[in-house]
């Protein structure tokens, strides 16, 4: 997942630095409140990691091990570690990773870019879910990730993925807002939403109130549209089968891209 933050007169903790220009991790402010507001939007994590169970059942029933690339702070790793034996994940922004390490702490999460990893093995299943293929900036880049993902895929695995808009359905929606409570804090995150041809700007403003103050930062995402079929040619190109299943976890579907024996 990638982010960039813009200056804020209010106190916030940096964003990581990273070698490649445009492109950060989520921040440590972001991580701090991610899965209060996954939650207050309805975001069932664990029940989610038992639809992509599914899934990954109907697919490759014999499946063992499983990797979530842009795990984010683990919830769906703890539901799929009581479903698979072999249970990995991979984070670029340590924050997040830190957090999905504090969830399951004797589970191994890499650390890494999703356009860009080499772990070595491979498995049965990857997942890669909560919209990130839309974080590419280019078929060329939602290429490279599929030949990853494609490198360390087992004969037979399933390759799991919840896909963001496709370009023939986006709704433009210029502004949201999400709003999470709890006995002593209460966070807001708004959001101005701009979209230039295939390009979708999204600047979030988070505000968090505490006993102690009022606190807040700005974070500013880029995703990216494509077609279904361009997602479709994109995964045969990568030597998968595909198909997309309509429905959940989030009303836009999974698709699913199987590797032959």
Not at 16 to 24: L, M, N
Not at 85 to 97: A, K, W
Not at 173 to 192: D, N, T, W, Y
Request: aromatic letters at 6%; a negative charge.
């Amino acid at each position: 997942m990638t982010v960039t933050q813009p200056p804020t007169s209010a106190p916030t903790t940096p964003v990581s630095a990273t070698t490649e220009p445009g492109r950060t991790e989520y921040s440590g402010d972001h991580a701090e409140v991610y899965d209060v507001l996954q939650r207050a939007r309805g975001r069932g994590r664990v029940s989610e990691a038992d639809q992509i169970t599914e899934v990954i059942r109907r697919f490759n029933p014999s499946a063992r091990s499983v990797l979530d690339v842009a795990c984010g702070t683990g919830t769906h790793i703890v539901g799929l570690r009581g479903e698979f034996d072999d249970v990995e994940g991979l984070e670029l922004s340590e924050p997040m990773r830190a957090r999905a390490m504090a969830k399951s702490p004797d589970a191994v999460i890499h650390a890494g870019d999703m356009f860009d990893f080499a772990l070595g093995r491979t498995y049965d299943a990857i997942t890669c879910l909560c919209f990130v293929l839309g974080y590419s900036r280019s078929l060329k880049e939602l290429e490279a990730l599929l030949s990853n993902v494609v490198a360390h895929l087992a004969p037979g695995g399933v390759f799991v993925a919840e896909p963001w808009w496709f370009l023939e359905n986006a709704v433009d929606i210029p502004v949201a807002g999400a709003l999470a409570e709890e006995p002593e804090r209460v966070i807001s995150r708004l959001s101005s939403i701009r979209r230039d041809g295939h390009t979708i700007r999204l600047e979030l403003r988070y505000t968090i109130a505490e006993p102690s103050g009022i606190r807040e930062f700005t974070e500013v995402e880029e995703m990216h549209l494509y077609s279904k079929e361009e997602h479709f040619a994109a995964f045969r190109r990568a030597g998968l089968e595909v198909r997309h299943l309509e429905g959940p976890p989030n009303g836009r579907g999974l698709l699913v891209g199987t590797l032959p024996r």
